[in-house]
């Protein structure tokens, strides 16, 4: 099965910035929308922003005013811009795309670690 390449993460501290990127082996507006996820250790994994091929965004209120999901078309990449990072931001972070009554498209990947130092 196809993965997603998810990259960018690392470790800063609190208040910083990081945008990770995911490289997409399709024309990303073949999808109803890619979303980008992600999964703290013991945690369910989550959705925390999305945007649809209309280009309509979403984001789980946690991350509402902080974080910003975009696209490139020409690359079929999608970004997180993430700032004002928090360490309950700390997470595996995951792309993936729905289609129609498919909500994971691809296989999951291996993620990018995000780690926020307090």
């Known amino acids: 099965q196809v993965q997603l390449v998810e990259s960018g993460g690392g470790l800063v501290q609190a208040g910083g910035s990081l945008r990770l990127s995911c490289a997409v082996p399709e024309n990303i507006f073949n999808f109803n929308s890619m979303g980008w996820y992600r999964q703290a250790p013991g945690k369910q994994r989550e959705l925390v922003a999305s945007i649809n091929v209309g280009g309509r965004t979403d984001y789980a209120d946690s991350v509402k005013d902080r974080f910003t999901i975009s696209r490139d078309g020409a690359t079929n990449t999608v970004y997180l811009q993430m700032i004002n990072l928090k360490p309950e931001d700390t997470a595996i972070y995951y792309c993936?795309?729905?289609?129609?009554?498919?909500?994971?498209?691809?296989?999951w990947g291996q993620g990018t670690q995000v780690t926020v130092s307090s």
């Open positions: 993936n795309a729905r289609l129609l009554s498919i909500p994971y498209y691809f296989a």
